[in-house]
């Protein structure tokens, strides 16, 4: 179980591989991908929405809560190899405690 002021999240990789794991309030949907080891989430610019090595599908009904992508990050998200509807950067997504439990997608390699 998570400590108070933890938020779980689910990541699922492209071929169903799955890590269940836990950031604190504040800590962006990246932060904990990395801080805990997850792959497929390089994160090459550190979270300054200018890489999307950080793409992620967030898919019903947890896209809903965090809502569409805006400004640089919308930007960003159109030239992103694999973009689909429920995209969004996982550096721009912050943890939440409505978003506990909150399922993630890692996309499959681009490359
Ligand atoms: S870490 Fe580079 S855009 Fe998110």
Redesign the pocket.
């Known amino acids: 179980m998570p400590g108070s002021g933890e938020v779980r999240v689910h990541f699922v990789s492209a071929d169903g591989a799955r890590w269940e794991v836990a950031g604190p309030l504040g800590e962006?949907i990246?932060d904990c991908a990395v801080d805990n080891g997850v792959p497929g989430?390089?994160?090459?610019?550190?979270?300054?929405?200018?890489?999307?090595?950080?793409?992620c599908y967030v898919p019903s009904p947890w896209y809903e809560r965090v809502g569409p992508a805006q400004g640089d990050?919308a930007d960003?998200l159109e030239f992103t190899p694999g973009r689909r509807a429920n995209s969004r950067?996982?550096?721009?997504v912050v943890l939440r405690a409505d978003l506990d439990g909150i399922t993630v997608e890692i996309p499959p390699p681009t490359d």
């Open positions: 962006t990246m989430i390089t994160a090459q610019c550190g979270g300054g929405c200018t890489c999307s090595t950080c793409h990050e960003i950067l996982s550096c721009q």
